[in-house]
T-cell receptor, first 116, second 114 residues
């Protein structure tokens, strides 16, 4: 079975400093991996997606993530945090191939706080 | 192209009542997924449907919960005889195809059971 572990439940950074949100996954297959962001009381927005093409994936709002198979990691980074980045971030893996296996497996989320 | 639509956005029910949550997928999408988010937790998969078919309901509670996606109209998640533990945010997502495809999420329905 596939699973996702987000290593930090809360991360706090100062505006203008780098962001690192850590994610490790376990998978029996070549996974599809995603990062979603959820602002308070809002739905989820897709930040970026990895599907076995380039290992460095660029997303929206300056975020990017690197797929490292040897480390089973898919950490999310941004060079310079903005106040509007304060939200909850979910690392997600797509389960399996074929048949009915279409659902997403979510990590427990990392809440990002950005200090002025 | 409108995104995934969910209504109502907020729903209050008393214990024992029924809750009906509706989801209209993105135009052209025929795959719909329902997820539940309990407070302070990530989303948990409930059910995956295509038009007129339930493909995977492995995440659905065995009792009181049902889902459908008719040929015409939105997908419906129905919770009968609600209990306080059903209070959560329920999110619907849709995709063009299935495995590995990007799922686009709606804004969610926040259910509060009094």
């Amino acid at each position: 079975a596939q699973s996702v572990t987000q290593l930090d439940s809360h991360v706090s950074v100062s505006e203008g400093t780098p962001v690192l949100l850590r994610c490790n996954y376990s998978s029996s297959y070549s996974p599809s991996l995603f990062w979603y962001v959820q602002h308070p009381n809002k739905g989820l927005q897709l930040l970026l997606k990895y599907t076995s093409a380039a290992t460095l994936v660029k997303g929206i709002n300056g975020f990017e993530a690197e797929f490292k198979k040897s480390e089973t990691s898919f950490h999310l980074t941004k060079p310079s945090a903005h106040m509007s980045d304060a939200a909850e971030y979910f690392c997600v893996v797509s389960e399996g191939y074929g048949g009915s296996q279409g659902n997403l497996i979510f990590g427990k989320g990392t809440k990002l706080s950005v200090k002025p | 192209n409108a995104g995934v639509m969910q209504n109502p956005r907020h729903l209050v029910r008393r214990r024992g009542q029924e809750a009906r949550l509706r989801c209209s997928p993105m135009k052209g999408h025929s795959h719909v997924y329902w997820y539940r988010q309990l407070p302070e937790e990530g989303l948990k998969f409930m059910v995956y449907l295509q038009k007129e078919n339930i493909i995977d309901e492995s995440g659905m509670p065995k009792e009181r919960f049902s889902a459908e996606f008719p040929k015409e109209g939105p997908s419906i998640l129905r919770i009968q005889q609600v209990v306080r533990g059903d209070s959560a945010a329920y999110f619907c997502a849709s995709s063009l195809r299935q495995v590995g495809e990007t799922q686009y999420f709606g804004p969610g329905t926040r259910l509060l059971v009094l």
